[in-house]
């Protein structure tokens, strides 16, 4: 039910790893080493499930200044010897998030713990970006020696040091570093691989690869069914769908149903998506087809396919297949949510009951089923939601359930709404701020806290003001 490095939820390491607001109120209860050591673990040990799109670090940043924590940990983590065997970002990722948010509360030993590791971490990179927004001009220019002095000059070297000046996220440290007299070297590197960085976008766009205007139907299957030939791996069919609505007329239609029925992997999986997009009338039978097909390639697409369609074609073939128990009767369950009628309400719930209970808190489906019982404001749906809430390791899922249970459980605004007040997402405090009730003495300290807080989103600050304002309304 939970993923291995996942705690339960009823514990304090569990609710910390999973962002809830009850973590933070738990460990500022529990006693300090022991809180401490379950932050430790959790940002040495990220226990999202995409780090790319779940909040952590301003979340962990505030339990360690609550708590008044060390940073002898973090700074172990990011100077283990696997700092130089594992490139992958994500190792170190959230540590250096959570550096760069006490660095902006005022933390000189998290901006001093960054600065070391930027000039000397293997993700050197995402701390010079935390330090990019935070410290200042002449911090940033004594790195740039070391930072640069990374390439080496020969021809491979100055080609990763124009590719990194290039994709950089935050641009400032290197324009400090282009125009400091102090290291003239070491700027005519970084003006040099600015223009060559300039230089290769341009030679892009006149070299494009890929489809070009004039390409028959053939062809771009073909170069769709091709990418599966390249290592890696390239998964064109939804560019090549992208392609077909550029050169395919009427007359090509049999060339397309026939290549979603007989043809290659990558060419049928670009066909099914072009003929789910234009809603043709064959398109539902060759998916359901196709959603057998043994190919994992084909399969996926057509359910994908299905899932793109809009007509109530679609929305027919959904209330046959929302019983099946196959990705394409998940995909059914959910266009049903996000797009079904009143009358759908009971094929919703019983979806949502089944996949929580065959599939547990964190089946990909859920995200539309519980944003669908919202949707459809299905009340008895309530102690579903409050599980998912509870149990899921996603922190974007638990905000779903909370929006859902705001529009169907009365006593949303007394209950989990308090506690979302201190949630890991911003979206979820936002609501939070906008429905928790005043009666608890902790929501009007935790709403002025987050209106005056210049770390936290303007959204939430403002949903945190309303509730002070001469036209609030008490809950």
Do not use: K
């Not at 697409?301 to 297949?321: H, I, K, N, Q």
């Not at 899921?392 to 359930?401: I, K, N, Q």
């Amino acid at each position: 039910m939970f993923d291995p490095d996942i705690a339960p939820s009823g514990t304090l390491l569990g609710l910390l790893q999973r962002g809830r607001g009850d973590g933070t109120l738990h460990a500022l209860a529990a006693p300090r080493a022991e809180a401490l050591a379950a932050l430790d673990q959790c940002v040495r040990r990220d226990p999202r499930h995409d780090w790319q799109v779940e909040n952590r670090s301003l979340y962990y940043a505030r339990l360690y200044l609550d708590l008044d924590g060390g940073l002898e940990e973090i700074e172990e983590h990011l100077f283990h010897p696997d700092d130089l065997l594992d490139p992958d970002e994500g190792r170190t990722g959230l540590a250096l998030a959570v550096l760069g948010h006490l660095a902006s509360y005022g933390r000189e030993d998290a901006l001093r713990l960054l600065r070391r590791y930027a000039a000397a971490g293997g993700n050197w990179s995402w701390a010079l970006d935390e330090l990019a927004l935070r410290d200042d001009d002449a911090s940033l220019a004594a790195l740039g020696e070391r930072i640069v002095a990374r390439f080496p000059r020969t021809p491979e070297g100055e080609a990763q040091l124009a590719a990194a000046v290039r994709d950089a996220f935050e641009p400032r440290p290197w324009r400090i570093w282009a125009d400091d007299r102090n290291a003239p070297a070491t700027a005519a590197r970084v003006r040099e691989a600015r223009e060559q960085g300039a230089f290769d976008r341009w030679q892009r766009q006149l070299r494009p690869t890929g489809p070009r205007p004039g390409w028959s139907v053939r062809e771009v299957l073909d170069w769709a069914q091709a990418g599966l030939a390249l290592h890696p791996v390239q998964l064109r069919h939804p560019a090549g769908a992208r392609c077909l609505n550029a050169v395919a007329g009427p007359e090509d239609r049999l060339e397309i149903i026939e290549a979603a029925a007989f043809g290659p992997e990558a060419a049928r999986a670009t066909a099914l998506r072009y003929l789910a997009e234009h809603d043709d009338p064959q398109a539902l039978d060759l998916i359901e087809s196709a959603a057998a097909d043994p190919s994992v390639l084909v399969a996926e697409s057509a359910v994908t396919a299905f899932e793109r369609m809009r007509g109530p074609a679609a929305l027919d073939r959904a209330r046959l297949w929302v019983h099946r128990t196959d990705g394409l009767g998940g995909a059914a369950a959910g266009m049903l949510a996000c797009r079904g009628a009143e009358y759908d309400a009971a094929l919703v719930l019983a979806a949502l009951r089944r996949t929580v209970r065959t599939e547990g808190p964190d089946a990909p489906v859920l995200w539309d089923l519980v944003d669908g019982t919202g949707r459809l404001a299905i009340r008895c749906a309530a102690p579903v939601l409050r599980h998912v809430y509870r149990e899921t390791s996603s922190s974007h899922l638990r905000g779903r359930a909370a929006r859902a249970l705001a529009a169907t459980d009365p006593s949303f605004a007394a209950g989990f709404a308090v506690e979302c007040l201190w949630d890991c997402e911003e979206t979820t405090r936002e609501l939070a701020a906008r429905h928790a009730t005043t009666a608890d003495a902790r929501v009007v300290e935790q709403l002025r806290r987050l209106a005056a807080d210049p770390a936290e989103e303007a959204e939430v600050q403002t949903a945190a003001c309303d509730r002070f304002g001469p036209d609030a309304s008490a809950v």
